[in-house]
């Protein structure tokens, strides 16, 4: 059964920098796509980024693309999130996912596999 685990989410100024972890155990995550969320208070969670397992390819959603960066270390079975330029509005408890099944879109919310969650707090 895979066991996803996020870390180092935190309190962070507008402008500045955090790299999420998500820590994969109990199954490699070579062959799940596998996506970052976001659920902000009071608001839907929603996707932000996805490693697609059909072709490979990362995709962003708009609001986050050019300031996140998905990065996967197969090695360590670990995937991260390396936000830059952070707003107020990306407060939220960020999670990872993961699911071994092809989608030809991997910006959804269907995963099987869901991490327990960081929170981020971008505020002065």
């Known amino acids: 059964q895979l066991h996803l685990m996020e870390s180092g989410g935190g309190l962070v100024q507008p402008g500045g920098s955090l790299r999420l972890s998500c820590a994969a155990s109990g199954s490699s995550l070579a062959y799940s796509r596998i996506g970052w969320f976001r659920q902000a208070p009071g608001k839907e969670r929603e996707v932000l980024s996805c490693l697609s397992n059909l072709d490979g390819r990362l995709h962003y959603v708009d609001s986050v693309k050019g300031r996140f960066t998905f990065s996967r270390d197969t090695a360590k079975n670990t995937v991260y999130l390396q936000m830059d330029s952070l707003k107020p509005e990306d407060t939220g408890v960020y999670y990872c996912?993961?699911?071994?099944?092809?989608?030809?879109?991997?910006?959804?919310?269907?995963?099987?596999?869901w991490g327990q969650g960081t929170q981020v707090t971008v505020s002065s």
């Open positions: 996912a993961a699911d071994p099944n092809v989608q030809t879109n991997c910006l959804i919310l269907a995963y099987e596999h």
